[in-house]
């Protein structure tokens, strides 16, 4: 278990309502990721961070932004949500030193914009 | 075409067979070859991780062919628990993961 922790687990929201996601371990790793995943499109990166406050964009991070603070917390917000939001969120973290370490995932948050 | 492309299946077979699946990827530096498998409603896990050389795991085997650009798993006698969506992950041409879509397998009875 890498101690990985998404909050919420299930969210129902509004079109154009802001929502944020958050993802906590607890074994101090460098490497955080925000996936996606939807029937047809497999599992799709939105941003990844590899430090406090140092974060960089994925293949599909239009409107979404992400912010890392501390270590543990790497927080996905979606500033407007649309129906095109509406996925199942899956955060990683990388368990080895690099980029192309294996990945570990948390438990996901369904998400659904009406 | 897509980095990383598996057949969707589904791969139906019964209880004790053998199934065997391909991923083809187009980054020819790929460093880093995984697979996963993915559980209805649940997140990826690790399966294994695929070497050069090949490798083996239980009833698992992992094997990349870099001069044709894929890489492959077999299942030997297949279990009902085997049941699942087998994703294939590489290193993708901006150096981060990438996943395929997914292999379904399904083991019947």
């Known amino acids: 278990d890498a101690g990985i922790t998404q909050s919420p687990r299930h969210k129902v929201t509004e079109t154009g309502t802001p929502v944020t996601l958050r993802c906590h371990q607890t074994?101090?790793?460098?490497?955080m990721y925000w996936y996606r995943q939807d029937p047809g499109h497999g599992l799709r990166l939105i941003h990844y961070s590899y430090g406090v406050k140092d974060t960089d964009k994925g293949e599909v991070s239009d409107g979404y932004s992400v912010s890392r603070s501390k270590t543990e917390d790497f927080l996905l917000t979606l500033e407007s949500a649309t129906s095109s939001q509406t996925s199942v969120y899956f955060c990683?973290?990388?368990?080895?030193?690099?980029?192309?370490?294996?990945?570990?995932f948390g438990n996901g948050t369904r998400l659904t914009v009406t | 075409r897509k980095e990383v492309e598996q057949d969707p299946g589904p791969f139906n077979v019964p209880e004790g067979a053998t199934v065997a699946f391909n991923c083809t990827y187009s980054n020819s530096a790929s460093q880093s070859f995984f697979w996963y498998r993915q559980d209805c409603r649940k997140e990826p896990k690790l399966l294994m991780s695929v070497y050069s050389s090949g490798n083996e795991d239980g009833r698992f085997t992992a094997q990349l062919n870099r001069a044709s650009q894929y890489i492959s798993l077999l299942i030997r006698d297949s279990k009902l628990s085997d049941s699942a969506t087998y994703l294939c992950?590489?290193?993708?041409?901006?150096?981060?993961?990438?996943f395929g879509q997914g292999t379904t397998l399904q083991v019947k009875p």
């Open positions: 990683a973290i990388s368990v080895g030193k690099n980029y192309n370490s294996p990945l570990h």
């Open positions: 074994e101090n790793h460098r490497y």
């Open positions: 992950v590489v290193t993708g041409n901006t150096g981060k993961l990438i």
